[in-house]
């Protein structure tokens, strides 16, 4: 039971440990030896390092809870602290071999914390609704519902007859269609029932693409209307489309989208916050470039 327990405790300290890997290099680096025993806001101190009293009382909080029966015994809290300074002398020695540089899991974790950090700063202060509105007029496109098109379109299958013929079938359906023929008289004499008749009516370009394909789709949008396409290859035959009428794309009103406007601006404010880092980074860091190395084959 107690192994068990004691599982959990280490499962748990192990969600912190992307944070913990960057946080605790950061300290290592700049703290030294602490002086004089233990400071204000640490419960212990590993080789310099404090461990935060506050990151502690989290942790036996959230193993308290899990547990439901109240508040750990002293014998708890002091194995909790033991798996906390275990993590601390294997995080040590693993940056004393390099593993946060050459590892690339570590790696990869040091700078999501980091990256999630600063994102988070950016994003905590609340906008007005000035800056949302400036927003919302710089950044028109993101709010820019996507267009329709009003597609008809004639399907024949190439299962039960193979593809030249199925080709031929479609040519002449394409050939009828650009008589002026109409899409569902062609298609009930010559063409088949497709497994997902295409709904009628405008729609977004997502859904053709579900119905008709990737490869249709596309073509549609390069239609005009009344236009009739040549015959398109799709999966288990081809497709033949009318354009009847294209509704260009518009941009929602402020007020209907006014949480969507909110969370761009904080992603954009994250984003600003990010590039700014790196860019004093950068002009702060020593930076040489093998250029030739670029080019190279």
Known sequence: MQERTDRRALALLALGAAVGVLLAGWGIARSGDVAGGIPDGAIAVVNGQPISAEAFDRFAAAVAEERRRGPLAVEERRRLLDRMIDEELLLQRGIDLGLARHEPTARRSIVSALIATLTADAESREPSEAELREHYEEARERFTRPGRLNVEAAFV????????????????????????????????????????????????????????????AFAAQALTPGEVSDPIRGLG?????????????????????????????????????????????????????????????
């Open 237 to 297: 035959g081809y497709h033949v489309l009318r354009l009847v009428e294209h509704t260009p794309g518009s941009v929602a009103p402020f007020e209907e989208i006014r949480d969507q406007v909110r969370a761009s601006y904080m992603r954009s404010l994250g984003e600003r916050a990010l590039a700014k880092t790196l860019e004093d980074l950068r002009a702060g860091s020593a930076l040489r470039i093998d250029e030739a190395r670029l080019v190279a084959e």
């Open 157 to 216: 299958s190439a299962r039960g007859r193979g593809d030249e013929r199925a080709r031929d079938a479609a040519d002449e359906v394409a050939r009828r269609m650009h008589a002026g023929e109409s899409t569902d008289a062609v298609a009930a004499e010559l063409g088949d029932v497709p497994a997902a008749p295409l709904p009628r009516g405008p729609l977004p370009v997502e859904t053709l693409r579900q119905y008709l394909g990737p490869t249709a």
